[in-house]
């Protein structure tokens, strides 16, 4: 095999080219940087690249460890020690990591190499990757159309063969939906699974750290790593991990996956729809029965996610005060022109519209009108989540309405943006895992005439399955969007870059 | 429930230590005035029986031993402060 053809690799057969000393892991990380220099000019996934400081950790890498020499991208906003941590935020932008994050350690312990930062959405917020402060981030099917978002730097990256796998974050649909929108797999784990410290916190009560990869079983693998309990995490669950890997290629015969017809909702696009519906099809087909299942409360969740997140961002952000760390204004002529000009000058536009809905709701005269409302439906949209899989083993979904949106389309209506996580976010508020699966194509007209005659490209937008479990249920979702997965040949589909 | 008309920009920017331009607050006032609005629909659900929840799974107290342990370096601490002298972080005068 040409060097040149080590990044298109999944995890699990470069660790075997990797076992059979056929390739060194110096060799895996020089042929990913010599990709990455080709590729980001046009999709700009990277905020930060250090392949000194990983060339060192990989030439005394222990292949035989379970991610022995394999190198993996990490959205910015998880701390690396020595790197930039800038969470795509000005207010951040000289900011070195001072410590590993937990998952970082278990990456590093595991024998991954991190290597880079990717880009994000501001502290996570957005779903686009465009309200990052640095620099847009392109959709490698489509350069005039978004990753998705908030981690739809390391989704690019992964889907342009531009990385083997990455980290995100999801606390309303950050991993599955640029997951979906990029046409790679992404993992929302349980709440708790995995620990969130060292990762710069948006929303406490829903973020989670999970992997973007090219394949499910990759992600197994990343979370096989990833996973327990960590004394330096309270929120996170002392329970037992399994082997992810250990239900991969197990049929579905008898599972029971449950469609919510509150799902079908209008401004579906109709390529998504059918794509579903055949994904649907192709699992009935593989042993799984269809069965209807209803989440009653699922239109109130965008509502309820917007003031529990915001809520939990104002109180979380700040901690960005311009005092420990961070940009801090010049010339600060008292104290609260001190924190006033820090932060006006510090944070971006939708990170202010978050900071202000937070405050405002926990407001005196409007926390129980607004806050503690939300957290009882908040309660509402659990329960329908237990009571439905008391029929079901798992709910399937689209992950996102539509496909991959242009550039700039959604950037001044911020309520249309929040509404590109409507299948994503009561995961999160519930508090169970989900997976995004590539499950198809949509055509779209392409943004470059294709000949002199005018007419134009179509360009293959990929459609996501989603497929939820329940809390720490995370080797039966792996097992389903494993066996549609194998039967289809969607995940070897890769854009022309 | 409130009323979506009742959200002040300008008063909640300074509860929020973040201060805003004009024409930002106009802005956010209008956009957070829709969402507020699509939001109304929470008014419709009947919360009377239901716990408010804080987590989507239940957490209590967690407790660890108080043992000593290594960890950052004054050094490593202020590394990136914006304003150090003398090992200490410099704030912006508090008192006159």
Same mark, same amino acid.
């Given at each position: 095999?040409?060097r040149?053809?080590l990044p298109?690799?999944t995890i699990a057969?470069?660790q075997?080219?990797?076992?059979?000393?056929e390739v060194?892991?110096?060799e895996?990380?020089d042929a990913?940087?010599a990709?990455i220099e080709?590729?980001?000019?046009?999709?700009?996934a990277?905020?930060s690249?250090d392949f000194q400081a990983?060339a060192?950790?990989a030439d005394k890498?222990?292949?035989?460890?379970?991610?022995?020499g394999?190198?993996i991208?990490?959205?910015d906003?998880?701390?690396v020690k020595g790197?930039?941590c800038?969470c795509?935020?000005?207010?951040l932008?000289?900011?070195r990591?001072?410590y590993d994050a937990?998952?970082i350690?278990?990456l590093?312990?595991a024998?991954a190499?991190?290597f880079g930062?990717?880009?994000?959405d501001?502290f996570?917020m957005?779903?686009s !990757?465009e309200n990052?402060?640095?620099?847009v981030t392109?959709?490698?099917?489509?350069?005039?159309?978004?990753?998705g978002?908030?981690?739809?730097?390391?989704?690019a990256?992964?889907a342009?063969?531009?990385a083997?796998?990455?980290?995100g974050?999801?606390t309303g649909?950050?991993?599955r939906?640029p997951a979906s929108?990029?046409?790679?797999v992404g993992v929302?784990p349980?709440?708790?699974?995995?620990s969130?410290?060292?990762?710069v916190?948006?929303?406490?009560s829903?973020?989670?750290?999970g992997?973007?990869t090219?394949?499910?079983r990759?992600?197994?693998?990343i979370?096989n790593a990833m996973?327990g309990?960590?004394?330096q995490?309270?929120?996170s669950?002392?329970e037992p991990?399994?082997d992810?890997?250990k239900?991969?290629g197990?049929?579905l015969k008898?599972?029971?996956?449950?469609?919510?017809k509150?799902?079908?909702?209008e401004?579906?696009?109709?390529?998504?729809k059918s794509?579903?519906?055949?994904a649907l099809k192709?699992?009935q087909?593989l042993?799984a029965?269809?069965v209807d299942?209803?989440?009653?409360?699922?239109d109130?969740?965008?509502?309820?996610?917007?003031?529990?997140?915001?809520a939990?961002?104002?109180?979380?952000l700040?901690?960005?005060d311009g005092?420990?760390?961070?940009?801090?204004?010049k010339d600060?002529?008292?104290l609260?022109?001190?924190?006033?000009? !820090?932060r006006e000058?510090g944070f971006?536009?939708?990170?202010k519209r978050?900071?202000?809905?937070?405050t405002?709701?926990?407001s005196?005269?409007y926390?129980?009108?607004y806050y503690?409302?939300?957290?009882k439906?908040r309660?509402?949209i659990?329960q329908?989540f237990?009571k439905?899989?008391e029929k079901?083993?798992?709910i399937?979904?689209?992950?996102?309405?539509?496909p991959a949106?242009?550039?700039?389309?959604?950037t001044a209506?911020?309520?249309?943006m929040?509404?590109a996580?409507i299948f994503?976010?009561?995961?999160?508020?519930?508090?169970?895992?989900?997976?995004?699966?590539?499950?198809?194509?949509?055509?779209?007209?392409?943004?470059?005439p294709?000949?002199?005659?005018?007419?134009?490209?179509?360009?293959e937008?990929?459609?996501?399955?989603q497929?939820?479990?329940?809390?720490?249920?995370?080797?039966?979702?792996?097992?389903i969007a494993?066996?549609y997965?194998?039967?289809t040949?969607?995940?070897?589909?890769?854009?022309?870059? | 429930?409130?009323?979506a008309?009742d959200?002040?920009?300008?008063?909640?920017?300074?509860l929020?230590?973040?201060n805003?331009t004009?024409e930002?607050t106009?802005?956010?006032q209008?956009q957070?005035?829709?969402?507020?609005?699509y939001a109304?629909k929470?008014r419709?659900?009947?919360v009377?029986?239901?716990?408010?929840?804080?987590?989507?799974?239940?957490?209590?107290n967690?407790f660890r031993?108080?043992e000593?342990?290594?960890?950052?370096t004054?050094?490593e601490?202020?590394s990136?402060a914006p304003h150090?002298a003398?090992q200490l972080?410099i704030?912006?005068?508090v008192?006159?």
């Amino acid at each position: 095999m040409s060097r040149s053809d080590l990044p298109a690799l999944t995890i699990a057969d470069l660790q075997s080219l990797l076992r059979r000393k056929e390739v060194s892991p110096r060799e895996v990380l020089d042929a990913l940087c010599a990709r990455i220099e080709t590729l980001e000019p046009k999709i700009d996934a990277y905020l930060s690249i250090d392949f000194q400081a990983a060339a060192k950790e990989a030439d005394k890498v222990d292949v035989d460890l379970p991610l022995g020499g394999v190198p993996i991208a990490i959205k910015d906003i998880i701390n690396v020690k020595g790197q930039p941590c800038t969470c795509g935020s000005k207010i951040l932008a000289n900011y070195r990591s001072p410590y590993d994050a937990t998952v970082i350690q278990k990456l590093r312990a595991a024998g991954a190499v991190p290597f880079g930062k990717t880009n994000m959405d501001e502290f996570a917020m957005g779903s686009s !990757t465009e309200n990052s402060s640095v620099k847009v981030t392109r959709n490698p099917w489509d350069m005039s159309r978004v990753p998705g978002g908030s981690s739809g730097g390391s989704a690019a990256a992964v889907a342009a063969d531009a990385a083997f796998g990455g980290l995100g974050t999801d606390t309303g649909g950050s991993i599955r939906q640029p997951a979906s929108l990029c046409g790679v797999v992404g993992v929302k784990p349980s709440y708790g699974r995995v620990s969130r410290f060292g990762l710069v916190a948006f929303a406490s009560s829903l973020d989670q750290v999970g992997p973007l990869t090219k394949t499910v079983r990759d992600s197994a693998l990343i979370m096989n790593a990833m996973a327990g309990h960590d004394p330096q995490d309270s929120t996170s669950l002392n329970e037992p991990v399994p082997d992810y890997t250990k239900n991969l290629g197990r049929d579905l015969k008898g599972m029971r996956l449950g469609l919510p017809k509150e799902y079908m909702i209008e401004g579906i696009d109709p390529e998504v729809k059918s794509a579903v519906d055949v994904a649907l099809k192709q699992l009935q087909s593989l042993g799984a029965e269809i069965v209807d299942v209803s989440l009653p409360h699922t239109d109130y969740g965008i509502a309820v996610y917007y003031f529990l997140a915001t809520a939990e961002a104002s109180a979380n952000l700040a901690r960005f005060d311009g005092v420990r760390y961070g940009y801090r204004a010049k010339d600060p002529k008292d104290l609260l022109d001190h924190y006033g000009r !820090t932060r006006e000058e510090g944070f971006g536009a939708e990170v202010k519209r978050r900071i202000i809905l937070g405050t405002y709701v926990l407001s005196s005269g409007y926390y129980d009108a607004y806050y503690v409302r939300a957290q009882k439906v908040r309660e509402l949209i659990r329960q329908d989540f237990v009571k439905a899989f008391e029929k079901v083993d798992a709910i399937v979904s689209p992950t996102s309405p539509v496909p991959a949106f242009k550039l700039g389309e959604r950037t001044a209506d911020p309520l249309a943006m929040y509404l590109a996580d409507i299948f994503t976010n009561t995961g999160n508020l519930a508090g169970i895992c989900g997976i995004s699966v590539p499950c198809g194509f949509a055509k779209v007209n392409g943004n470059q005439p294709r000949n002199d005659r005018g007419s134009r490209s179509l360009s293959e937008l990929p459609i996501g399955l989603q497929v939820l479990g329940k809390a720490l249920d995370e080797a039966r979702i792996f097992q389903i969007a494993h066996a549609y997965e194998q039967s289809t040949d969607w995940h070897k589909q890769r854009p022309k870059v | 429930m409130a009323k979506a008309s009742d959200l002040d920009v300008a008063y909640v920017s300074k509860l929020a230590r973040l201060n805003l331009t004009d024409e930002e607050t106009q802005l956010f006032q209008k956009q957070l005035a829709d969402v507020l609005k699509y939001a109304e629909k929470l008014r419709e659900v009947d919360v009377s029986h239901v716990e408010a929840t804080a987590h989507a799974i239940p957490i209590f107290n967690v407790f660890r031993e108080d043992e000593p342990r290594d960890w950052f370096t004054a050094q490593e601490a202020l590394s990136n402060a914006p304003h150090i002298a003398n090992q200490l972080f410099i704030v912006t005068k508090v008192v006159e």
